[in-house]
Every structure is written in C-alpha cells, then in structure tokens.
C-alpha cells in the first residue's frame, strides 16, 4: 500500500464525498477514484458501500481506518524522531569513556557543553578500553573517550590532551622520598595493575616493555578505585595518571617520562546524530587543555 493511497482513503472515509475529497486534497476526482481502486484491489475486497451521493465505509474499510490510523501516528512519530536527531541543540549523545576519565575529564566538557546546549542530554557508559570500543562498535555509543589510540580501521580517533603518568606508591613506602625513578629501579618491586582490557594497562605494559623491564605484577583488578586502595595499603606500587592523586599516595615522577594521550573517537562505519556530531566537533575544537596537571604531585 502506498503512503499517498492511505492518505486519500483517510480523507474520503472522513468527507464521504468523492468531488469534496479530491478538492479537499487537490486532486482529480478520476486520480482519487484511481487511488482508492488501487487500494481495493490490494486488499481484495471494496472498502466503501456506494449511495447516491455518498460513500459510506463499510466493515472492510472501518477495519483498515483503524490500522490506518495506527500506522499514520507511527509515522509521525518516526517523523518526530527523524527531526529530533536533525536538530543539532536538542537530542541524547551517548558517552562511553575509560572510567578514569570520569572524575576530571568527562564532567568538565559535558558541562561546558550543557551551558552551551541546556536541552541536550546525556547518557554515560565507562569501563575498560576494550569495553568502551565495543559500545562504540555496537552503536550503543555515539562517541568515545579513550587511549590509547585503537587499531581498528572503523574507528577515527582524534588526539585531545595528555596527562602524566607516575609510579604510585604509599605515604610510607620506600620510593616515597625519591625524586625521580627510573624504569629498571623498578623491576624488584610487586606492582598491582589493572586487567589486560584496560587502556592504562596497555599503555604501561608498552612503556616497559620498551625499556626491557617486565613489572612483577602480584594482583589485577577491574576498577582504578580498587587499584588505588591497594596501593595505599601498600600491597604493590603502580603506574596511574596524576589525575588518580589522593590521600594517603605519592607520587613519584619516572626519569623517562611517561604519558597517556587521550582521544576522541567515533565509528566511521555508523551515522551520527546532529546532536552527537556537533558534540564531537565541540570537543574537537575545545582540545587545547593539557590535562589535569602537568607534574605528580609528590604527595596529597
């Protein structure tokens, strides 16, 4: 059944009148007759009994108003959606991020953001890197916050900022008073880390590997939190981000430093909302800030 078909069946079915009904929707009367015979043939039966002067609908057409019906106000909710997802300052962006990114990161560009767009709403999603890039493949993520950077050929990955990292160590643990460690100094130590899916895992099992050391990691864990806890309980030392400072850590800079780049990434593969594509180009533009701190603190 065509769109047009339905539209006349519903405005003849309300006026009864076939010359009213084609001037009504400003057509001929031998096009309308056309159409609703076209559509009588596909249902198979005749949709209307034929007065004198009138047209009445029968119990055929009553059953196919109703589904007519139905099916206009899913169509216009379509409609409606179709035009939201146009509208680059109204809409949902959805977010997936490596959950370190949540405490400094992610509120601060979705605030700017919103002061910007108020009627724009977000739908947030953090875990591992691994995680994060298969919401993004998926779909059920409009953007990205990740790093490293991802080898995949779907997925574009725009640098935003950079933030050092550092060795974690408690308040009272040898390394405490050093200056600076290198990466050798390190090997006689147990590290605690985080699981392999996780990008900050990545990135340090690289940086060591480069300087052909092999951390003596003791225990792995899924959540920075956790990483931290045992850190500060002295059950192993650590490679995180300044932005991980807390109570009860030092940290301690490495000789050769060591740094995450963070990025932007959306799937070249899937379309994008208005509101979803002009939230990447914001945040794309707004990149310039190196990060929540440019040194460790050597204690907080």
Same mark, same amino acid.
Request: charge should be negative; avoid cysteine.
């Given at each position: 059944?065509?769109?047009? &078909? ?55 057409? &009553? ?92 997925? &574009? ?5 950079? *933030? ?20 050798? *100094?390190? *090997? ?113």
């Amino acid at each position: 059944m065509r769109i047009d &078909e339905i539209a006349y069946f519903r405005e003849l079915a309300a006026e009864g009148h076939l010359s009213h009904t084609a001037e009504a929707l400003n057509v001929s009367q031998s096009m309308l007759s056309r159409a609703i015979g076209r559509l009588e043939s596909e249902v198979g039966v005749e949709l209307f009994d034929r007065r004198p002067g009138r047209l009445e609908l029968n119990r055929y057409g &009553e059953i196919l108003l109703a589904h007519a019906n139905r099916a206009v106000t899913e169509l216009d909710k379509a409609q409606a959606r179709i035009d939201a997802l146009r509208d680059p300052s109204a809409g949902t962006v959805s977010i997936a991020y490596v959950s370190s990114l949540g405490t400094w990161l992610i509120p601060r560009i979705v605030g700017e953001y919103r002061q910007l767009f108020p009627e724009i709403g977000f739908v947030f999603e953090g875990g591992t890197a691994d995680k994060v890039l298969n919401a993004l493949r998926a779909g059920s993520a409009d953007v990205a916050f990740l790093s490293p950077e991802p080898r995949d050929p779907d997925i &574009e990955w725009r640098p935003l900022t950079s *933030e050092r990292l550092a060795i974690a160590v408690s308040s009272g643990h040898p390394l405490a008073d050093r200056e600076r460690l290198t990466a050798a *100094e390190l *090997e006689d130590f147990e590290f605690v880390a985080l699981t392999r899916d996780s990008g900050l895992r990545q990135i340090a099992d690289a940086y060591f590997s480069m300087r052909g050391v092999v951390p003596r990691v003791v225990m792995e864990v899924t959540e920075l939190a956790t990483l931290r806890a045992l850190v500060r309980a002295g059950i192993g030392i650590a490679l995180l981000p300044v932005s991980a400072a807390g109570e009860g850590l030092t940290l301690v800079p490495l000789a050769e430093e060591a740094t995450r780049i963070i990025g932007l990434a959306t799937n070249r593969a899937r379309s994008r909302s208005a509101a979803a594509a002009q939230f990447a180009r914001f945040v794309i533009e707004e990149s310039s800030d190196p990060g929540p701190s440019s040194d460790p603190a050597q204690s907080s």
